[in-house]
């Protein structure tokens, strides 16, 4: 199951920030937090389609009512890909001093949503 085109993946943008929201609020990080087990079959399915993944999400999230943070970015994008078969992996990472700490996604070890620095120079806290 591929989508069209990226403009065709924004309905399912939003429900996903939704339902992140929903969850986040109901059942806190273990509503959100990714069942084991839950990549895809592939770890380089479709580089395009990683792409346009990535554009579309970039694209939405500007338009939601509120602050979007790095891990409800990278949940989104993560099951929107695992979706479409690819083995999407949440990275979370942290520096110790100063405290700072972000999130993204990878595909077969490669950062596809965010700048591959972070995977340089933080220390991997949590694979999900």
């Known amino acids: ?3 069209r085109a990226g403009r065709s993946l924004y309905p399912r943008i939003w429900w996903e920030l939704v339902r992140y929201d929903v969850l ?7 509503g959100v937090r990714p069942k084991s087990g839950a990549r895809g079959p592939s770890d380089e399915a479709g580089t395009e389609l990683q792409a346009a ?8 999230i500007p338009l939601y009512w509120k602050p979007i943070r790095c891990l409800q970015r990278a949940i989104v994008t993560a099951r929107l890909m695992r979706r479409y078969g ?5 990275v979370v ?5 100063p405290f ?22 933080l220390l991997v806290l949590e694979r999900l």
Do not use: T
């Open 24 to 30: 986040l609020a109901c059942r806190g990080m273990r």
């Open 53 to 60: 993944i990535c554009e579309a999400v970039s694209a939405v």
């Open 93 to 97: 990472g942290y520096r110790a001093v």
């Open 86 to 90: 690819i083995a999407a992996e949440i």
């Open 100 to 121: 700072f700490s972000h999130a993204w996604v990878e595909v077969g070890g490669r950062v596809v949503n965010d700048s591959a620095a972070y995977q340089k120079r």
């Open 1 to 3: 199951m591929q989508p």
